[in-house]
């Protein structure tokens, strides 16, 4: 087995006889010793990083005084602990000079064995602190440099104090970036003026092709003093899968919807044919022109259904303002007549006048999966309820779409999960997308979706919620900046 490691203590004295005193007490106490009788000596032996040099101020080449500021200027020796001794330099004045000089620690002859031993132990502890705190330090700046999200300190009076590579790779070359920076200044540049502010708040803004995620924190350090950290996150991948998500969403609602279409046009069109056919051989002129004016009535329904399918994921490049009422009574004329093969009715209660700021496809796409989602669910000769009121919530004005089936209710076990992507209990027939993408529609017009199940005998059923404020996208928008010229 190795010895365990003894402490090394080098003595730099002009006093052969003080270096043997000085050497023996030490080596009783289990230090290893070095000697030198000058400073040049001093000097080079320090590089070799003893864990103590008891440096004497007289010297007789280089003052004890001018060693030890050397050494500490060093950064190679700088972490060596200095004991300055002397016999004749025994004022306060002296002592001061030697600390300012950089010596942890003064003595002056005669040294008491106890105390020099005692003081040696002291500053080797303080080495070993120091030592460990360096090591800690140096990890922790490892860790943060390597952190893939980009991290800033701020200080109590809001200056940049430090931050890692990360975080000034995704602020770019253009913003900037230097110590004792306002940080206020810096989430304006990339914020913008209108961003939401706080001591904590999280939002987005689009950097050249990334969009970039941030989020201030409070944090409290020791002694009371507080400050914040900032932390950036590049979420372009999160964005483009969200996206991806949502688009193979609205292609299966599409094709959900154009197998309604299809139904809804059949009819009419059955009925036009019959018409001209009949008008065709018609052997009266008025009985020819009766048929051909209930043949455009026919094909005025076909144009409307049409239109319908061609508008109703088509949106807007902005947020348009939206009757949200005439836009329910438009879904639920759309599912009407594939309800009605069920024998279900719906019944569509609405208070007009009521609009929001949105996107009209975004949300016809909302609305059409929850109404479909009802009619699915609900049994055969029921009612599907969908109700629209003005209401006031939490002191925002918005409005409020609830959407009430009469069916078996939803499984505890199946709640857990309803809005998780690819969650579905409709096994090849659904994406499992349906609601995951409704709530996050609905979350990003800034309103809320929740649901209420009962599976009780005799009052069981579903109802669902979506509450849209008024300035809801408007709100949210202040949120999405994008920084110009990047």
């Known amino acids: 087995m190795s010895s365990p490691h003894r402490a090394r203590v080098l003595i730099a004295d002009d006093r052969e006889q003080n270096r043997y005193v000085l050497s023996r007490v030490l080596a009783s106490a289990g230090y290893d010793c070095e000697q030198t009788g000058t400073g040049l000596g001093a000097l080079e032996k320090a590089r070799t990083l003893p864990d103590v040099v008891i440096l004497d101020v007289h010297l007789p080449d280089i003052s004890g005084y001018e060693v030890c500021q050397r050494i500490k200027q060093d950064p190679k020796t700088a972490s060596v602990s200095i004991l300055q001794i002397s016999a004749s330099f025994v ?11 950089g010596a942890d620690g003064y003595l002056t002859h005669p040294i008491d064995r106890v105390v020099l031993i005692a003081t040696i132990r002291a500053l080797q502890r303080l080495r070993t602190a120091e030592t460990t705190a360096r090591k800690a330090a140096h990890q922790w700046q490892s860790t943060f440099d390597a952190l893939s999200e980009g991290l800033a300190l701020v200080d109590q009076n809001g200056s940049l104090v430090r931050w890692n590579a990360a975080f000034a790779e995704l602020c770019g070359q253009q913003v900037g970036l230097d110590s004792n920076m306002n940080a206020d200044s810096l989430l304006d540049r990339l914020l ?27 944090v409290e350090a020791e002694g009371g003093e507080s400050g914040r950290i900032v932390v950036l996150t590049d979420i372009t991948d999160r964005k483009l899968a969200e996206y991806a998500l949502r688009m193979a969403e609205k292609l299966a609602a599409t094709g ?15 009925a036009l044919t019959n018409l001209i056919y009949l008008a065709g051989t018609a052997t009266s002129l008025e009985s020819a022109q009766s048929l051909l004016s209930r043949s455009e009535e026919e094909l005025a329904r076909i144009a409307r259904i049409t239109k319908q399918s061609l508008t109703f994921h ?14 329910i009574a438009e879904v639920v004329r759309i599912y009407e007549r594939s309800a009605a093969r069920r024998d279900l009715h719906l019944v569509c209660d609405g208070q007009s006048g009521m609009n929001v700021c949105g996107f009209p496809g975004q949300l016809n796409q909302v609305f059409g999966n929850l109404v479909r989602n009802a009619v699915e669910a609900a049994p055969p000769e029921s009612r599907v309820v969908i109700r629209v009121r003005s209401i006031h919530r939490r002191g925002r004005k918005g409005a409020r779409v609830t959407i009430y089936d009469r069916g078996a209710g939803i499984p505890p076990e199946v709640q857990e999960r309803m809005f998780d992507p690819f ?10 997308l349906g609601l995951w993408v409704s709530r996050t529609l609905v979350l990003k017009h800034g309103g809320t979706i929740r649901f209420r199940s009962s599976r009780r005998a005799g009052s069981s059923g579903t109802m669902f919620e979506v509450f849209l404020p008024v300035d809801g996208i408007e709100a949210r928008g202040n949120l999405v900046h994008t920084l110009q010229g990047q």
């Open 314 to 327: 088509r949106d807007t490049e902005r947020p348009v303002p939206i009757d949200i009422s005439a836009m």
């Open 256 to 270: 959900k919807l154009a197998n309604t279409i299809a139904h809804e046009i059949n009819n009419p069109l059955e």
């Open 423 to 432: 969650f579905t209990t409709k096994e090849l027939k659904g994406s499992g």
């Open 192 to 218: 913008g003026n209108n961003g939401r502010r706080g001591q904590s708040f999280t939002a987005e803004f689009a950097m050249a092709r990334k969009t970039v995620q941030l989020s201030v924190r409070p």
């Open 91 to 101: 004022s306060s004045d002296d002592r001061a000079r030697a600390l300012d000089a």
